[in-house]
């Protein structure tokens, strides 16, 4: 099958083009600096700005399926996350239709899930009902936090570059929460296995790491120790974030405050039977999922 993918060049877009060609598809990269992806003449790449609708129909000529990829962070402005995820995304669809591309797989989040009110979940839902406007042709697939080799990853190297300072790393609530990260590799899987898997369409899918989860603290700690660096986590009360959530709701600024609380007092673990069902997805342990994240090979 010829299969485009949208953000072919960034930190899980180069995991599902590796995992396509692997499994004999062929593919044709969507990026928007083609600059970014190495010379690979099993790989076709076309110039593509999500945001651009003239630049998208030209470029999924000839392709049969399509996995979704393109997105930013929580770390982004949500001026800039609605631009991407939510706009590129009704224009992807909308072009999906002219195209008569039948069989996409879009990576939303496991953030549509949480309770709690921030720009990124905002963007994530207006993603996800952009899909479901052209529900019939796609399967959504909700990861977790991605994580691989750090290097790759933008957020990863912040992080490292956090814990390589040394000192204390402050936890609200103290890091005692669970939550279920899952390597980029398992993601790549998922998705590929989902194109392949014609009765997945028109459905969504959690894709994470081991159930019960680890707590965060235990894996921030893990990561410092695969690094060899030196510090400590320390946890700060939630009670002053409380106390800010009340005078900032009088000026109506309390909603981050409380999203904030509600994601370090709750526990981020979902089930998984579902996904193994439909997808046969069986994610790697947390040892060998950190040691390949933050071990010396990086």
Same mark, same amino acid.
């Given at each position: 099958? !010829?299969?485009?993918?949208?953000?072919?060049?960034?930190?899980?877009?180069?995991?599902?083009?590796?995992?396509?060609?692997?499994?004999?598809?062929?593919?044709?990269?969507?990026?928007?600096?083609?600059?970014?992806?190495?010379?690979?003449?099993?790989?076709?790449?076309?110039?593509?700005?999500?945001?651009? $609708? @003239?630049?998208? +129909?030209?470029?999924?000529? /000839?392709?049969?399926?399509?996995?979704?990829?393109?997105?930013?962070?929580?770390?982004?402005?949500?001026?800039?996350?609605?631009?991407?995820?939510? &706009?590129?995304?009704?224009?992807?669809?909308?072009?999906?239709?002219?195209?008569?591309?039948?069989?996409?797989?879009?990576?939303?989040?496991?953030?549509?899930? *949480?309770?709690? @009110?921030?720009?990124?979940?905002?963007? !994530?839902?207006? &993603? *996800?009902?952009?899909?479901?406007?052209?529900?019939?042709?796609?399967?959504? $697939?909700?990861?977790?936090?991605?994580? /691989?080799?750090?290097?790759?990853?933008?957020?990863?190297?912040?992080?490292?570059?956090?814990?390589?300072?040394?000192?204390?790393?402050?936890?609200?609530?103290?890091?005692?929460?669970?939550?279920?990260?899952?390597?980029? @590799? @398992?993601?790549?899987?998922?998705?590929?296995?989902? +194109?392949?898997?014609?009765?997945?369409?028109?459905?969504?899918?959690?894709?994470?790491?081991?159930?019960? /989860?680890?707590?965060?603290?235990?894996?921030?700690?893990?990561?410092?120790?695969?690094?060899?660096?030196?510090?400590?986590?320390?946890?700060?009360?939630?009670?002053?974030?409380?106390?800010?959530?009340?005078?900032?709701?009088?000026?109506?600024?309390?909603?981050?405050? !409380?999203?904030?609380?509600?994601?370090?007092?709750?526990?981020?673990?979902?089930?998984?039977?579902?996904?193994?069902?439909?997808?046969?997805?069986?994610?790697?342990?947390?040892?060998?999922?950190?040691?390949?994240?933050? /071990?010396?090979?990086?």
């Amino acid at each position: 099958m !010829k299969v485009y993918v949208t953000g072919a060049s960034g930190f899980i877009g180069r995991h599902v083009v590796a995992r396509l060609l692997e499994r004999g598809h062929s593919v044709v990269a969507f990026t928007r600096d083609p600059s970014k992806l190495p010379a690979d003449p099993r790989i076709e790449v076309r110039q593509v700005d999500l945001l651009k $609708l @003239d630049q998208i +129909l030209p470029a999924m000529k /000839g392709c049969e399926a399509g996995i979704h990829t393109a997105g930013l962070g929580p770390s982004h402005s949500e001026a800039a996350m609605q631009s991407i995820n939510v &706009q590129g995304t009704r224009n992807l669809v909308a072009t999906c239709r002219q195209a008569r591309i039948t069989r996409v797989v879009v990576l939303s989040s496991a953030a549509v899930l *949480e309770a709690g @009110d921030t720009p990124y979940r905002r963007c !994530k839902i207006g &993603q *996800e009902a952009a899909v479901r406007s052209y529900a019939p042709a796609f399967t959504l $697939l909700r990861p977790t936090a991605v994580i /691989g080799p750090w290097a790759e990853s933008d957020d990863l190297r912040r992080l490292v570059e956090r814990l390589r300072g040394g000192g204390t790393f402050w936890i609200p609530g103290g890091g005692r929460i669970k939550v279920q990260p899952v390597d980029v @590799d @398992d993601v790549a899987d998922a998705a590929v296995s989902a +194109l392949d898997r014609p009765e997945t369409v028109g459905k969504c899918y959690v894709v994470a790491g081991p159930e019960p /989860g680890i707590a965060y603290r235990e894996w921030i700690d893990r990561a410092r120790k695969l690094l060899g660096t030196s510090g400590s986590c320390g946890g700060v009360s939630l009670l002053p974030m409380r106390v800010a959530s009340i005078f900032a709701g009088v000026v109506g600024l309390a909603g981050p405050i !409380k999203a904030q609380i509600k994601y370090y007092s709750t526990d981020h673990v979902y089930p998984l039977a579902e996904t193994h069902a439909a997808l046969g997805f069986e994610p790697r342990g947390y040892d060998a999922m950190l040691a390949r994240a933050f /071990g010396t090979s990086n």
